[in-house]
């Protein structure tokens, strides 16, 4: 990898060992608080249909992190989303339209922040130019997306009834698609939107300061305006085909970026693998209880209540 072509191992190595313990755990709370506020948001989206318990949202928020950061194509989506609806009993397009819109509506943030953070570099790789404007483009069709899908019922029934389908499937095809129509209307209330865009403030902030602390910890004097700049830029290289995990193109991004700073490359370097470890170990734990809470725990519940009977 170009990125560490030249980097002096002993610096970056003497950097991570000289890390902040204390600074460290601050960090890793904040994460928790993270995964905890993005369920609750997740949570707001839900309740046009159900209100599911904040324990529930956390879990399953985990659980797709842990899927995004192992499995490739942000499976994490589809995985949290099933957790969800096997938990709760929602119906499953219905959950999975929720998650769409919060990643749709992400992304538009992602967007917005990223407009003001390129105007701060100079220099700044085509590829992430590149990522900014595919995100620009995806997030405002995505947006119009899910403001125009709840009225298409109409239309998406025409199309079913003239593909002459067998009745059970036919039933079943407009099943699913009413009900993920009906999750891209989540948003569409008052209430309900302005409680998702203050948690998405919150969201934000905290991921801010969750990035300030993990620059203490290794003594880096990054500001929140550096830390909002940097996870802009993260958001959008996500959007960049990679391993999963975001292993390498995250390391090229903070590079770049904290280069810009006027911090050293192995500085950058060691500063991305502790946010990098700090965020996989959350997910991991978290995800890991979270399988259990949402899958193994009702399937042996089920299991005892049988062999009570």
Known sequence: MLVVRGIDWAELVAGLRAA????????????SLSFFVRGLRWGILLSAQRTVAPGTLFWATATGYLGNYSLPARAGE???????AQKTAINASYVLATALTERIFDALTLVIISAAALSTLSDVPETL???????????????LGVLIAPRLEPLVEWV?????????????LHSVAAQFLLGMHACQHTRRALGF????ALVWSVDAVMAVMGGQALGLPLTLAESLVLLAML????AI??????????????????????????????????YQAISYLAALLYGLIGIWQLNARQFLSGRRRAGGD
């Open 20 to 31: 902040r313990s204390g600074e460290l755990g601050a960090a890793f709370a904040l994460v």
């Open 78 to 84: 589809f995985i949290r989303s099933l957790a969800l």
């Open 129 to 143: 130019v590149i990522a900014t404007r595919t995100m620009a483009v995806v997030g405002l069709v995505g947006v």
């Open 160 to 172: 079913l009834d003239r593909l002459r389908l067998p009745a059970h499937l036919h039933s079943r």
């Open 197 to 200: 865009a203050a948690l998405t």
């Open 235 to 238: 958001g959008l290289s996500s």
């Open 241 to 274: 085909p990679s391993t999963p995990g975001y292993i390498g193109v995250f390391q090229f991004v903070a590079v770049v970026v904290l280069t810009r700073y006027d911090y050293s490359r192995e500085e950058a370097l060691a500063y991305i693998l502790t």
